[in-house]
């Protein structure tokens, strides 16, 4: 079983910035990505970002230029430093592991990101 942990939700005016961080613990499979989706109300879950421990990334094109995955090497950590931030990016944040032939995701519990004057 694999446990996420996430942090860094909030409220941040437009135009800020946030960073969101997220670690994996337990039985984590050796090939995975890990990344973030975001649930706005009413809406379905989207990619926002993913990242793969080779390195891969990749992104939603709404968010292309002003967020920015990163993972530490050789730890089962992942950061979302989220900038330019538009009340359209509102939604409830989940991390995610999983294994890169799909057949295992593994989700945290959600933190919330609102933006808002």
């Known amino acids: 079983q694999v446990q996420l942990g996430e942090s860094g939700g909030g409220l941040v005016q437009p135009g800020g910035s946030l960073t969101l961080s997220c670690a994996a613990s337990?039985?984590?499979?050796?090939?995975?990505?890990m990344g973030w989706y975001r649930q706005a109300p009413g809406k379905e879950r989207e990619m926002v970002a993913t990242?793969?421990?080779?390195?891969?990334?990749n992104y939603a094109d709404s968010v292309k230029g002003r967020f920015t995955i990163s993972r530490e090497s050789g730890w089962n950590t992942v950061y979302l430093y989220m900038n330019s931030l538009e009340p359209e990016d509102t939604a409830v944040y989940y991390c995610?592991?999983?294994?890169?032939?799909?057949?295992?995701?593994?989700w945290g519990q959600g933190t919330q990101v609102t933006v808002s004057s």
């Open positions: 990242v793969t421990n080779g390195g891969w990334t």
């Open positions: 337990g039985s984590i499979p050796g090939y995975n990505g």
């Open positions: 995610t592991l999983y294994t890169l032939d799909g057949a295992a995701y593994y």
